[in-house]
């Protein structure tokens, strides 16, 4: 909780650098990721964007943050809900599939330090796709989801992700 008359530097840093084109609009919401009905209730959401229309969620390197997989899968499915057919999942979270040493000396440190950090494996991840389709190849180490050349000489063992992106049907 920080100090009501302090604001946080992400909203700072937010309000600095969105700016909205014709060809879109952009917003910032200052919400809890585990409220989602706070989310698509607000009026950032509705000026923003067309539901009517498909939509990107991305939830990226965020739900590593929330230890609890049944939060993480009743916020990813109220958020798709509302979201039309073809709209899409982008995800990716930490693993410790790889590299457990390294991994889990780090989640150590993070919860050490008051952060809830969580490694998934793979079936884990999978999971919170449910209901909707994967693109191939499916969850992947971030560096394997369609890589550029440099992304793809680097070895399984340095990337501690996995990413995944799923189409609503």
């Known amino acids: 909780m920080c100090n009501p008359g302090v604001v946080p530097i992400v909203l700072v840093h937010a309000r600095a650098l969105l700016t909205s084109a014709p060809e879109g609009r952009t917003a910032y919401l200052d919400a809890d990721f585990t409220d989602p009905g706070a989310i698509l209730e607000s009026a950032q959401l509705r000026d923003t964007f067309d539901l009517r229309r498909p939509v990107a969620l991305s939830l990226i390197a965020i739900v590593h943050f929330i230890p609890d997989d049944g939060v993480v899968q009743t916020v990813i499915d109220q958020l798709m809900k509302p979201l039309p057919p073809g709209s899409m999942?982008?995800?990716?979270?930490?693993?410790?599939?790889?590299?457990?040493?390294?991994?889990?000396?780090?989640v150590a440190a993070y919860r050490a330090s008051g952060i809830p950090l969580t490694a998934r494996d793979r079936g884990t991840v999978e999971g919170f796709f449910r209901g909707l389709d994967l693109l191939d190849p499916g969850v992947v180490l971030a560096h394997r989801w369609r890589p550029d050349a440099e992304a793809a000489a680097l070895g399984d063992r340095q990337v501690y992700m996995y990413s995944g992106v799923a189409r609503k049907p």
């Open 89 to 106: 999942l982008a995800l990716t979270t930490t693993t410790a599939d790889f590299t457990p040493d390294e991994v889990n000396a780090g």
